[in-house]
């Protein structure tokens, strides 16, 4: 059974700090998702991450996926308040090539 | 373009009602997906069409049944609903398997 875990769960920085948020997942995948929701509101997809060894940036954050360690990261660079939501990772289960197994999520807090 | 639309938005069920949730998406997507979010469990997969005419099981699909109608639309029914299934849920799309997927608003259903 595919596990994705999430570490940490809780993050709550000041603003301008960098910090790292990890997604390990425990069977073999070439595919990560990352997906950010404010609260009370829908999934956003943010990177999506297919071969081992990628990188994606996008403003402050940045994702990379080392599929032979099966980690994902997901990088803050110093941090503003309007990045406050959670972030799941999400591995694609099996060989649907369709179902995902998401983390429980991070959430993050972003204060002055 | 809307994306992926929703409804109800809102419902609550007495035990042993039955209900029918709506998702319809303009995109042109080939996939479609269910999920429902309870705290701390990050997203569930219940049940995922990888294109028209076909439907999967996910995570967890017990007490819960699919329609992919046409290419735009796939409802989620519960048959009788049970205080174990109060959750909300969100319908998602993707144009195929390895494409990032787009959320609907969500529909927070509540059984009493």
């Known amino acids: 059974e595919l596990k994705v875990e999430q570490n940490p769960l809780f993050l709550s920085m000041q603003e301008g700090k960098n910090y790292t948020i990890y997604c390990n997942y425990s069977?073999?995948?070439?595919?990560l998702y990352w997906y950010r929701q404010d609260p009370g509101k829908s999934l956003e997809s943010l990177f999506v991450?297919?071969?081992?060894?990628a990188v994606k940036q996008e403003g402050r954050l940045m994702a990379s996926l080392d599929t032979k360690a099966r980690l994902s990261t997901l990088h803050i660079t110093a941090a503003v308040h309007d990045l406050s939501a959670t972030y799941f990772c999400?591995?694609?289960?099996?060989?649907?090539?369709?179902?995902?197994?998401f983390g429980k999520g991070t959430s993050l807090l972003v204060t002055p | 373009n809307a994306g992926v639309t929703q409804t109800p938005k809102f419902q609550v069920l007495k035990t042993g009602q039955s209900m029918t949730l709506q998702c319809a998406q303009d995109?042109?997507?080939?996939?479609m997906y269910w999920y429902r979010q309870d705290p701390g469990m990050g997203l569930r997969l219940i049940y995922y069409?990888?294109?028209?005419?076909?439907?999967d099981k996910g995570e967890v699909p017990n007490g819960y049944n699919v329609s992919r109608l046409n290419k735009r639309e796939f409802s989620l029914r519960l048959e009788s609903a049970a205080p174990s299934q109060t959750s909300v849920y969100f319908c998602?799309?993707?144009?195929?398997?390895?494409?990032?997927?787009?959320f609907g608003p969500g529909t927070r259903l509540t059984v009493t």
């Open positions: 999400a591995v694609e289960v099996g060989n649907s090539g369709y179902a995902l197994n």
């Open positions: 995109m042109n997507h080939n996939s």
């Open positions: 069409s990888a294109s028209e005419g076909t439907t």
């Open positions: 069977t073999t995948s070439d595919r």
């Open positions: 991450l297919l071969s081992n060894g």
């Open positions: 998602a799309s993707s144009l195929d398997a390895i494409y990032e997927q787009y």
